[in-house]
């Protein structure tokens, strides 16, 4: 997976974090304690919990829609958090 972000977004190698995978804790935002971990400054995601993570850093949370035809339900609403959201990225 972070190699085919790496490619579609053209982020230098050197410059990539890895993809992680942060599971799910009941109550709980796992991805929190990876962003502060990692230092993050800028988290993409398509779930609110991934901008409420951000948010809760205070970092940077961008929204990628999710696609239309995703089982997960219900879609989140982009934009609604507040958050940056990237157009047409559901493609």
Do not use: H
């Not at 990539?16 to 929190?32: E, R, S």
């Not at 304690?33 to 609110?48: E, H, I, P, V």
């Amino acid at each position: 997976m972070s190699q085919i972000l790496q490619q579609t977004m053209n982020i230098p190698a050197d410059q990539l974090n890895p993809v992680i995978f942060a599971g799910d804790q009941p109550g709980q935002n796992t991805k929190v304690q990876w962003l502060k971990d990692k230092q993050m400054k800028l988290f993409y995601g398509d779930a609110d919990g991934d901008i409420k993570a951000a948010q809760e850093v205070g970092i940077r949370g961008i929204r990628l829609l999710r696609a239309a035809n995703s089982s997960y339900r219900p879609l989140p609403l982009a934009g609604a958090l507040g958050e940056e959201v990237v157009i047409n990225s559901q493609f």
